[in-house]
């Protein structure tokens, strides 16, 4: 049970709890799970597939793009982890965001990124209890080590090392719709897709 | 006024020092050692000066309506955030887009630039004149090889922004910016008056603007520097082929015309 916590200079007043699991077995059943609304309400996380995640930065410049959309008034979607998901994604179409950027429905195991928004202090505007605190972080934590199986490895901490390892470059230039922009440089790589999550929508 | 709207953007954005850099019609540009989104400690990677960022803000304009206020700098944001990844897409330098916020009118984007000798920012102008004040007959600093080539690659930028299709709008000698010291590689900046033309036209105002700033800025040596612009120019249109070679004799032929009559056309009729 590791996991990170990721802040915005922009925006203190949210902390980001960020676990990257390895090799899940279980990915069908959880996405059923939520697709079917049986898990419980507080069950309530971005699950990203790994494969389309590159770097950390990449991940920042979604909440970025999530956080500012929402002080503007301009979300799309109902829920912020929703929104972020669909932040991560270039498509409009959200339920599309979702099969191509959330839990996939293909393969054995899958390496899973998982998000979940905070407030921080009395700035918890979110009326649903999301509070940030270090207990809060193990309870949730523990959570979904219990729910995601993995053969009890659990989740470890979001960083680019690890991502280098989980990143599948066939898919993001798939995904993210580069063709001919594509390139093997991952610096490169890495600002086109930042340019294309900002941009997206506008 | 001025002071007004700074202190606005300050409150929108409380936790992002400001330092305001320079003016123009339409924003106001920042400096800033905050990046938007990644903490202090993690550095943005592919990016000059990481540390130092740009934030140039397109503050209301309180004689337009609200509304209408709104949209247009929603608008003029996202084409110049957008036109900014696209050169990136090209392979064109110039700042990289960070981080929008197009309702409010920012960008973030990548500072270009060192600083002089004489201390100050290392645009053409102030290289230039840096240059030109060391000069003398029997040591003309301003017209060595470097300076040479450093005019053929803003020359050859300009060529690929019009093969693009893209005209950039504002070409001055204070928005081209030399981004290294050892290599003294250039970059155009401010795109904010930047659009997608194909006409020979636009393409003959950008360059004749970009030679009458030249002249009156570096009335010594504009022509030399004019010269080794327009050859980079021609290069980079003649290595594209065909296409390129047509589309460069329709630019010329067009910039003579401008060069005779000035940069608005005439209103008879």
């Known amino acids: ?16 709890f960020a676990s990257l699991y390895k090799n899940v ?22 699950f990203l597939n790994a494969a389309n995640v590159l770097s950390l930065e990449q991940i920042y410049s979604a909440l970025f793009r999530c956080f500012v959309d929402k002080a503007n008034g301009k979300m799309k979607a109902n829920t912020i982890h929703t929104e972020l998901i669909s932040d991560m994604s270039t498509v409009k179409n959200i339920m599309e965001a979702l099969t191509k950027f959330g839990i996939p429905s293909k393969g054995d195991t899958v ?4 998000l979940k928004v905070l407030y921080s202090g009395d700035e918890d505007d979110s009326g649903d209890g999301n509070s940030f605190s270090p207990d809060a972080l193990k309870k949730i934590s523990g959570q979904l080590d219990s729910a ?52 997206k929508g506008l | ?40 400690g993690v550095n943005p990677c592919d990016v000059d000066n990481p540390g130092k ?109 019009h093969l693009h299709g893209i005209v950039h709008g504002d070409l001055t000698t204070s928005n081209i910016v030399l981004t290294d010291e050892a290599t003294l590689k250039p970059s155009l900046i401010d795109f904010g008056l930047s659009s997608y033309s194909g006409l020979p036209e636009d393409r003959a105002v950008d360059l004749y603007v970009l030679e009458r700033a030249l002249k009156s800025t570096h009335p010594v040596y504009a022509e030399k520097y004019w010269e080794w612009i327009l050859d980079g120019y021609h290069d980079v249109h003649e290595e594209d082929g ?28």
Request: glycine share 6%; hydrophobic share 35%.
């Open chain 1, 111 to 114: 390496d899973l990124v998982v």
């Open chain 2, 242 to 269: 065909k296409r390129g070679r047509k589309k460069y004799s329709e630019t010329i032929s067009r910039f003579k015309e401008v060069r005779m009559r000035g940069r608005k056309r005439t209103m008879i009729g």
């Open chain 2, 53 to 161: 960022y740009i934030i140039k803000y397109r503050p209301p304009k309180p004689y337009r309506h609200p509304k209408l206020d709104k949209r247009i700098t929603a608008t003029r944001t996202s084409s110049e955030a957008k036109l900014l990844h696209k050169l990136y897409q090209l392979g064109v330098k110039a700042p990289k887009l960070i981080a929008i916020d197009a309702p409010n009118g920012l960008i973030w984007m990548e500072f270009l630039g060192y600083q002089l000798p004489d201390m100050r920012y290392s645009s053409l102008k102030n290289w230039l004149w840096l240059l030109e004040r060391e000069s003398d007959r029997d040591h003309p600093v301003a017209l060595a090889d470097n300076v040479k080539d450093c005019c053929n690659g803003i020359g050859r930028s300009i060529g690929v922004l």
């Open chain 1, 148 to 199: 995601i199986e993995n053969d009890g490895a659990g989740g470890c901490c979001l960083t680019d090392t690890e991502l280098e390892s989980t990143a599948d470059l066939h898919k993001i230039r798939k995904n993210y719709k580069l063709s001919d922009l594509f390139s093997e440089d991952r610096d490169r790589l890495n600002r086109l897709l930042i340019g294309t999550i900002q941009l």
């Open chain 1, 25 to 46: 077995k279980n990915h069908r059943q959880i996405r059923d799970g939520i697709r079917s609304g049986s898990i419980s309400a507080d069950f309530d996380f971005a």
């Open chain 1, 1 to 16: 049970m590791t996991y990170s916590t990721l802040t915005l200079p922009q925006f203190p007043h949210y902390r980001i």
């Open chain 2, 1 to 40: 006024m001025r002071d007004q709207i700074v202190d606005d953007l300050q409150l929108r954005i409380p936790t992002v020092p400001l330092r305001l850099i320079s003016q123009g019609a339409e924003a106001l540009i920042f400096m800033t050692n905050q990046h938007p989104y990644l903490p202090a």
